[in-house]
């Protein structure tokens, strides 16, 4: 009996042993159960294994395995074709991959719609801390859409690994999820009727240089000087990076790409929404350029065409300076508006859900709707979707009256306000540049505006200064993009 035992506690001890030797197949720590794969594109599989290890990758769709060979860097990269996936069709699916006498698999796999989320701390803002939390946390159980949280992290050097975990939607799990993200993916849910993916990775007080690849910044003049040379040339680029929260650590060019872009890049994906701006708000040409290359070399790191981004445009805030005739934020919206320029990206307009003493407005569900409506015109083709709010066309000045046109598609339906009264924030200047409060009515799909003080205006501006909440908008119930008529350099900034 004493041999038994002895014969049983030493082979615990080697299975033990056994159980605790380093595996040597390993997946990339993006690629999970749970998650949901873009359809209807390659998708690349890819982790480590010593070089010249044989793997062979198998999905259950798939008839035949793949195969590659590890290379000198210990890595491998295998690339499986994705079938398009039918409205209603929410299969789980199966990923087999083999090598090194180990085997992995990937269970409880959707094929479906992939997006990133990315940004700053409304971007971060949790769906529990919404103005409609106590509704929408209890109903959020969606099986079929999937959500992976990025965990902090900062790299000298690009990074291929990254904390976190695939979640099915349900009220735990969604609770501290984007809120953005979130309804973002509910509404494509609720249209397309396919499994949806949602991978959120940004923090916040994040600046956008952050955000961008090294070499980027490096190969233009402007972002060298103004981001990245400040920088190297500062004892802070000398320091030891760990993985600790600081305000000024995520404000430092290149970190946070490398270490938390960096590790998707090989991921299949439809696309990126993104709400950021805060950190950078002094800035003007230089933020449209450095967010318009972040674009650039993200579409390029990804390499999967010209990917659509979708961003946000910051909400109205008065950054404790009660003066309703500042305009500096005023002037960084355009700068953001300024980005549409690149091709495949839109802006979504907050100004009508802002609350201008709260920096984090806690109506987060518009905004991902709104997302969501650009990206279902846009990227999935649906049309009759409306997603732009109306657009400032041409002015007329008159001797008593000034009329505003919009662009055509964007007020089909004609002009309202969202709470019966007449629209605010209109201002209208002379020769002078003084602006003041002209009194605004709603003609079809025009605006009609008359101003005492302004014997003979020459300029109009609409919801451009720092803290206006809106009210205007088309029948669509999507706000009017601020504008202004006039080319006039930015005064200097009241202290």
Known sequence: MRKVKIIIGLLCIALSATAQLPKKLKLSSVLQSNMVIQQNQPFKVWGHSPVGTAISIQADWMSTPINVIANTENKFLGIIPVPAVRPGDFSKHQITVTGSGETQVLENVLIGETWICSGQSNMQFKLHETLDSAREVPAAAYPQIRLFSAGLNFSNEPLDSIQGIWQECTPATVRTFSAVGYHFGRELFAKLNVPIGLVFTGIGASSAQAYVPREALAADTLLNRVYLQPYMDSPKSKEKIEGG???????????????????????????????????????????????????????????????????????????????????????????????????????????????????????????????????????????????????????????????????????????????????????????????????????????????????????????????????????????????????????????
Request: charged share 25%; net charge positive.
């Open 245 to 495: 929260f600081t305000f000024e650590k995520v404000t430092r060019p290149f970190l946070l790409y490398n270490a938390v872009i960096s590790p998707f890049i090989n991921l299949s994906i439809k696309g990126f929404i993104w709400y950021q701006g805060e950190s950078n708000r002094s800035e003007r040409a230089s933020y449209t350029r450095l967010t318009q290359t972040m674009i650039q070399s993200w579409r390029s790191a990804f390499a999967q065409g010209n990917l659509p981004f979708y961003y946000v445009q910051v909400a109205p805030f008065w950054y404790d300076k009660d003066d309703a005739t500042l305009a500096d934020y005023a002037f960084f919206r355009e700068a953001q508006e300024r980005i549409g320029s690149l091709g495949n990206t839109e802006m979504v307009v907050t100004m009508d859900v802002g609350e201008s003493r709260d920096l984090h407005p806690k109506n987060k569900k518009p905004i991902g709707v709104r997302l969501a409506k650009t990206a279902l015109n846009r990227t999935y083709g649906a049309l009759s979707i409306s997603y732009q709010g109306p657009k400032f066309d041409f002015v007329l000045f008159g001797k008593k009256e000034t009329e505003i046109h919009f662009l055509a598609e964007t007020v089909r339906g004609g002009l309202e306000t969202n709470n019966g009264k007449a629209p605010e924030h209109f201002f209208l200047a002379g020769a002078d540049q003084r602006f003041y409060p002209a009194t605004a009515r709603i003609e079809g799909s025009r605006i009609i505006l008359t101003c005492p003080k302004v014997k003979n205006p020459v300029a109009v501006r609409y919801a451009f200064t720092n803290f206006p909440v809106t009210n205007l908008q088309n029948k669509d119930a999507l706000p009017v993009l601020p504008f202004r008529s006039d080319d006039w350099d930015e005064p200097i900034s009241k202290k």
